[in-house]
């Protein structure tokens, strides 16, 4: 778990309502870096700001269950409960975890109510070639069982509140996406349009200004 608190008496979160961003995709889809992401973005507005992440929640909340389908909805539903109360707690929370299967899905949004589902839209054989924990390799190898993506299913998201496409975009151009559209759900205010270029001034003549003068 991460915490980061808006400065200030009062953050924008107890003016706007605190809400969930749940990141969901594939293993080494970039999940948690855009978790860390959008916690820092959001932390800069003055949000109060936590982020789950799947992968930890496994160590702490959830220790002990492993990786069959019904282990995983446990761990989701334990994930989406603790959701449910920070956001009560008027706490930003944002969820880095897998959610592979369409009832779940369903489920942890009825749970948490103000919920944004940002699906990280990455091919399977890219988040293969990244691999940052080697957990392909070994599910691959069958040392590792039920891997999403391997031996068990993900199923698309069908209604996606954001999709961005990890492996074809920088981190920093999905974490704007996905600003653009809290902004567009009114979860948080609208960045302010940059200021017109100044325009360059003319230099009148000094002969025009002494004639002017007169």
């Not at 008027?90 to 949004?109: D, K, L, N, S």
């Not at 948490?112 to 691959?140: F, H, M, T, W």
């Not at 068990?152 to 069908?158: K, N, S």
């Not at 509140?161 to 999905?174: K, L, M, R, W, Y």
């Amino acid at each position: 778990m991460h915490n980061s608190s808006g400065d200030g008496p009062e953050s924008p979160a107890a003016v706007n309502g605190a809400f969930c961003v749940w990141l969901m995709g594939l293993s080494a889809s970039g999940k948690t870096t855009l978790a860390q992401l959008l916690a820092q973005a959001l932390a800069r507005r003055g949000f109060k700001v936590e982020v789950l992440d799947g992968d930890i929640m496994r160590t702490t909340l959830s220790k002990g269950l492993g990786f069959t389908s019904g282990d995983r909805v446990t761990n989701l539903r334990r994930i989406a409960a603790m959701a449910q109360n920070l956001v009560h707690q008027q706490v930003v929370t944002i969820v880095a975890a897998i959610c592979p299967y369409h009832e779940i899905r369903e489920e942890v949004r009825a749970t948490i109510g103000k919920y944004i589902e940002v699906y990280l839209n990455c091919p399977l054989e890219v988040c293969i070639s990244r691999d940052p924990k080697g957990l392909y390799r070994q599910a691959l190898a069958g040392e590792i069982q039920h891997f999403t993506g391997i031996d068990d299913v993900f199923d698309t998201p069908v209604r996606p509140d954001i999709e961005v496409t990890t492996h074809g975009e920088a981190p920093e151009a999905s974490l704007a996406r996905i600003l653009r559209k809290l902004a567009d759900l009114r979860h948080i205010a609208a960045e302010p349009a940059a200021p017109p270029e100044p325009i360059g001034e003319t230099t009148v003549p000094p002969q025009l200004t002494r004639r002017l003068a007169r």
